[in-house]
């Protein structure tokens, strides 16, 4: 089972980054998926989750409005539109897949399969 992030990189503050992530291995249909990240000296935290079917969404409150999970099924496929970025949102994000049954999930504790990450860095 693998996840593969990708769309990270540097961007001005107020800027836009899309990142995407990709599974194999398995079928993540039946499973909520969700972004976390990690800035340097600080734990992993929860960002954002969309449930299996895409139907619900939930952000933590620092990216309430900015950012927006997707989900493509088909395609084994999850994305993170981040929109108004700023200083605070440089970290390396995770995408995470098998989430915790309940709902939201946002304990990083209970995500089963983790991608490798991939940097955002936010300018300022």
């Known amino acids: 089972v693998q996840l593969q992030a990708s769309g990270g990189g540097l961007v001005q503050a107020g800027g836009s980054l899309r990142l995407s992530c990709v599974g194999s291995g398995r079928s993540f249909s039946s499973d909520h998926m969700g972004w976390f990240r990690q800035a340097p000296g600080q734990e992993r935290e929860f960002v954002a989750a969309i449930n299996w079917s895409g139907a619900f969404a939930y952000y933590a409150d620092s990216v309430k409005g900015r950012f927006t999970i997707s989900r493509d099924n088909a395609k084994s496929k999850f994305s993170l539109r981040m929109n108004s970025l700023n200083a605070n949102d440089t970290a390396v994000y995770y995408c995470?897949?098998?989430?915790?049954?309940?709902?939201?999930?946002?304990?990083?504790?209970?995500?089963?399969?983790w991608g490798k990450g991939t940097q955002v860095t936010v300018s300022s």
């Open positions: 995470a897949a098998a989430l915790a049954n309940k709902w939201p999930p946002t304990n990083p504790a209970e995500v089963i399969y």
